[in-house]
């Protein structure tokens, strides 16, 4: 099949110095998480508190207090999830996808931070735990990928001309609403349990979710927050097919491939030894005012 891209697939050597990392992953460095801190947070005990099952094709939204964590489960076996992520006391500081992936890297593991937005910049959560452990497959794929966003029904009218009201955009749309927030305040997320990449034309790539049963991705609550999971309609991504080609979206299979999320909250139990050392995050004292000088 004819490829339609705007890149070369083929390189071209310039004679040019191998680029570094742009945004400085060395020891010591302010962006990264101290490992033993959290370590210790990961390995310690605790008390489960809430779990919310998200049922195939739907989002639920919930409460996550600061110092606690909450782990996103695939108890049924593989299926992407679509996360957003606010302060609870202000939707407008939210997940930055763009950031984070700057930051840290396009897909994220143990020990990188989910970053908010201007003009916050801080830390909304540290990743702990990560039972797919930074897989990287021979195609270049990569788990819980910051480069896509949520499916989105405008998107598949565009191609396919067809009406779904159970994309990921629209089932995250459903579970904030409760809490007061909009259309407006969904965000670029991050795809949990999905493998992605980018292909020798820099396109963009799915894989089919690896996840088993027992797979989960942990993460440590920094601020109070409001989260929200959707159980992406794609499912595992096997049959992943929103088409220009097909018809009806649900004669497709992709129906049968999708399964139940789970979120677990659990509090420490013992928070004040094990955070000794833990400081809420703080913005960072940007002092000027961007130029703008009063009159
Ligand atoms: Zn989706």
């Not at 927050?225 to 018809?247: I, R, T």
Request: proline residues 7%; hydrophobic residues 30%; glycine residues 6%.
């Amino acid at each position: 099949m004819e490829v339609i891209s705007s890149q070369r697939p083929e390189r071209t050597t310039y004679g040019l110095n191998k680029p570094t990392a742009a945004y400085f992953p060395q020891p010591g460095s302010k962006l990264y998480a101290d490992k033993k801190l959290y370590e210790k947070i990961a390995s310690s005990e605790k008390k489960l508190i809430q779990t919310h099952w998200i049922m195939p094709r739907s989002a639920i939204a919930a409460e996550v207090p600061a110092k606690s964590v909450f782990r996103i489960r695939t108890p049924k076996g593989p299926q992407v999830g679509d996360l957003n992520i606010w302060n609870r006391h202000n939707s407008r500081e939210k997940f930055w996808a763009a950031r984070t992936r700057q930051l840290h890297s396009a897909h994220v593991s143990k020990f990188d931070r989910l970053w908010s937005n201007l003009p916050y910049l801080r830390p909304m959560v540290t990743i702990i735990g990560d039972t797919l452990n930074a897989r990287h497959d021979e195609w270049g794929g990569r788990v819980h990928d910051t480069l896509g966003t949520r499916c989105d029904p405008y998107v598949e009218k565009l191609i396919s001309g067809e009406d779904n009201d159970f994309h990921c955009h629209s089932n995250l749309i459903r579970a904030v609403m409760p809490y007061g927030l909009t259309e407006f305040d969904i965000h670029d997320v991050l795809n949990v349990f999905q493998v992605t990449g980018l292909d020798e034309y820099d396109q963009y790539f799915m894989e089919t979710c690896p996840s088993d049963k027992g797979d989960y991705f942990e993460c440590f609550a920094e601020q109070d927050l409001l989260v929200a999971l959707s159980a992406c309609p794609g499912g595992d991504l096997s049959q992943w097919d929103w088409g220009e080609q097909k018809d009806d979206v649900d004669s497709k299979g992709m129906v049968q491939c999708c399964r139940p999320l789970v979120i677990e909250i659990y509090q420490l139990n013992d928070p004040e030894t094990i955070l000794k050392d833990w400081d809420p995050p703080k913005t960072p004292n940007y002092g000027g005012n961007h130029g703008l000088r009063q009159p």
